[in-house]
C-alpha cells in the first residue's frame, strides 16, 4: 500500500532533549516536506526535500534540522525542543513539487514541557 | 510573498444545506490549486486539483471547485452536505514563479448538524 509513515504519533518531551522524528515513503517519490499545524495558522511548512541530499528551508525552519540521504528517508530532527515547538507535525511527500499532489503521514503530536 | 486566505475560520451547517467555501490568492501567474480535507484525528487527504483545463473541477464524495482566474480565486461546493462531511478544509496553491512551493491557507472548520 502506497504510504507516509510518520513516527511516533504522539512525543511528549522537556526543553532542551533533542528528539527525531522519522518519516518514510514508498512510492519513489522525490519531492518531501515536513509541516507543523497550529490552530489558526494552518499548516507551515518547516523544511523541504526536491530530491536525495536537496534540502532547503521553508517558512518557519528555526529549531529544526532535516537530512535526506536516502530517497524513501526525511527525518526531522529538533536538536534543542522548545515548548513553542508544541504542535501537530506533518510529513508528506509528491512525485514532484507543485504538480503533483500530496501524500500526508498520520500526524506526530509533539508536546515540549 | 504569494499567499492564500480562506475567509471563513469556522462554518456551521445543518446536514442537506449547501455549501460554499471561498479561497483566494495572491496574484502569482500560472498556479496549481488544491482542496484538502482533514477528518477528526486524521491527517489531509486529497479532495479535488485544478491544473488546467474546465475551471469547473470533480472530487470525491460529490465536491466540487471552480478556479475563476480573474478572481484569483478556488471556490469549494457541495450541493448538499452531510454529517460525515464534519471536517477541517484547506485549500492549497502551488505557484510556478516559487519553484512550484505548495501554500496552504488558514483551514475552515466545516461543522455539520445532523
Known amino acids: 500500500e502506497a504510504q507516509v509513515t510518520q513516527n511516533p504519533r504522539y512525543l511528549i518531551t522537556v526543553t532542551g532533549k533533542k528528539l527525531t522524528v522519522t518519516c518514510s515513503q514508498n512510492?519513489?517519490?522525490?519531492?518531501m516536506s515536513w509541516y507543523r499545524q497550529d490552530p489558526g495558522l494552518g499548516l507551515r511548512q518547516i523544511y523541504y526535500?526536491?530530491?536525495?541530499?536537496?534540502?532547503d528551508k521553508g517558512d518557519v525552519p528555526e529549531g529544526y534540522k532535516v537530512s535526506r540521504k536516502e530517497k524513501r528517508n526525511f527525518p526531522l530532527i529538533l536538536e534543542s525542543p522548545s515548548p513553542n515547538q508544541t504542535s501537530l507535525y506533518f510529513c508528506?511527500?509528491?512525485?514532484?513539487?507543485?504538480?503533483?499532489?500530496?501524500?500526508f503521514g498520520n500526524g506526530t503530536r509533539l508536546t515540549v514541557t | 510573498a504569494q499567499s492564500v486566505s480562506q475567509h471563513n475560520h469556522h462554518v456551521i451547517l445543518s446536514e442537506a444545506a449547501s455549501l460554499e467555501l471561498g479561497c483566494n490568492y495572491s496574484?502569482?501567474?500560472?498556479?496549481?490549486l488544491f482542496w484538502y480535507v482533514q477528518y477528526p484525528g486524521q491527517h489531509l487527504q486529497l479532495l479535488l486539483k485544478?491544473?488546467?483545463?474546465?475551471?469547473l473541477v470533480k472530487g470525491i464524495k460529490g465536491f466540487e471547485a471552480e478556479f475563476i482566474k480573474s478572481k484569483f480565486s478556488f471556490n469549494l461546493r457541495k450541493p448538499s452536505v452531510q454529517w460525515s462531511d464534519t471536517a477541517e478544509y484547506f485549500c492549497?496553491?502551488?505557484?510556478?514563479?516559487?519553484?512550484?512551493?505548495?501554500?496552504f491557507g488558514q483551514g475552515t472548520e466545516l461543522s455539520v448538524k445532523p
Open positions: 508528506a511527500s509528491s512525485l514532484r513539487t507543485g504538480k503533483s499532489p500530496l501524500h
Open positions: 512510492m519513489n517519490h522525490e519531492y
Open positions: 526535500s526536491m530530491n536525495v541530499e536537496v534540502t
Open positions: 496574484y502569482g501567474g500560472t498556479v496549481n
Open positions: 485544478y491544473f488546467s483545463g474546465d475551471p
Open positions: 492549497a496553491v502551488s505557484f510556478y514563479n516559487q519553484g512550484g512551493k505548495l501554500i
